[in-house]
């Protein structure tokens, strides 16, 4: 119930305003550290199914209401774990606005340009991929996750598209191969399952992946020559 309505004459902007403590702040953002730690754990391990509200609260030592007021649904959950895995914090900074990407937009060369990209892209993935591959899984049978899957989805091929942006403004795309042949390129080098696959089943190193990355990028899309490449990558 409202005490004082707005329009009142005895309203004062110092009493309507909600107060907001800096140390609870504070510590509201260590709990939500600790909730979203213990969950990019949990999920990575157990999958989502493997994975309860119960288990992420006591590995994080807090209630489990603590952990739905944070986030709501178990399925909110996964989705901000993954969103600080790529990340790798919980900085309300998009990821591509980050300093990596104006690392990446100075590049002066179609190769140093995919050198950020590729170094970036592995450590995302390293962190990032379990838990998508956990959303993707859970999606088939659940429909909460359904729009999840699809957001990453869409997620990607905006990163996709921001890369081959990049890539085209240093060197012209091959002919025949427009804009949209090359993000959908992209889009399934960044497929969460080839790196799992290659990394997992193929006993890539990282290293390795993000060298395949950049150099399959480059040689499926843009007109450079052989000779303008750089040596094909090599098994480490």
Known sequence: MNMVSDASPEAS????RPYRS??????????RERILAAACELFRVGGYAGTTM?????????????????????????KAAI??????????VPVLERPWATRAQAAVTPEEFLGVVAEIL???????????????????????LGPIADQLKTQRAVTAAWIVDGLSARVPLRSG??????????????????FD????????????FGTW???SALRLLTACSDNQRGPAEKPQ
């Open 122 to 144: 592995v450590t995302a993935a390293q962190r990032s991929d379990p838990l998508v591959l956990a959303a993707f899984e859970a999606a088939r049978s659940d429909e909460r």
């Open 197 to 208: 696959r290659l990394i997992t089943d193929r006993g890539w190193t990282p290293e390795r």
């Open 54 to 78: 119960a288990a992420v609260a006591a590995a994080a030592g807090v209630s489990v209401p603590a952990v739905e007021l944070a986030f709501g649904t178990k399925a909110a959950l996964l």
């Open 22 to 31: 800096p140390k609870r702040q504070a510590q509201a953002r260590r709990t």
């Open 13 to 16: 902007p110092l009493r309507s």
């Open 83 to 92: 969103d600080v895995a790529i990340a790798g914090d919980d900085e309300p």
């Open 213 to 215: 990355f950049a150099d």
């Open 177 to 194: 191969i427009d804009r949209t042949h090359a993000v959908d390129v992209v889009w399934l080098l960044m497929e969460p399952a080839v």
